[in-house]
């Protein structure tokens, strides 16, 4: 049952899908071997797959829920429960990269007129102070 696994396993296990999930997905591993795997699969089905960290995260949760969970419903609530997990983690720590600046803004500003004289308002302006 879930209740009995311990919060410290369930943290490990979503740290354990999320690397392992990390590194098939964003690394290049020790001498390139998993950049060699993600161009050797291509644009197949496992190669779009290890493209996505949410796809993949899904594929690598399922024998840690497997591992962990006692029972149908365990081993399901782990599954996806792992994978979200991971995913947090992943978004958490993921660095966007940088937008491009933005061009200047453009700016403009009109002479003040070299007269200082109040401006004129006829009597019809007058009685519509909001219009001034």
Do not use: Q
């Not at 950049?35 to 496992?46: K, Q, T, Y």
């Amino acid at each position: 049952m879930l209740a009995a696994l311990p919060l410290t396993w369930l943290i490990v296990s979503v740290l354990a899908v999320w690397r392992v999930t990390h590194l098939l997905c964003e690394e290049d591993g020790p001498g390139d071997l998993f950049a060699r795997l993600r161009r050797a699969l291509g644009n197949g089905f496992f190669g779009r797959m290890l493209d996505c960290f949410y796809c993949l995260s899904l594929w690598v949760a399922a024998p840690a829920a497997w591992f962990l969970g006692s029972n149908w419903l365990d081993r399901s609530l782990l599954w996806l429960g792992l994978s979200g997990g991971a995913i947090l983690v992943e978004r958490a720590t993921h660095r966007a990269p940088a937008a491009p600046a933005a061009p200047p803004a453009l700016w403009h500003v009109e002479p003040l007129p070299d007269h200082t004289d109040p401006p004129v308002v006829s009597k019809e302006e007058h009685h519509h102070v909001l219009l001034r």
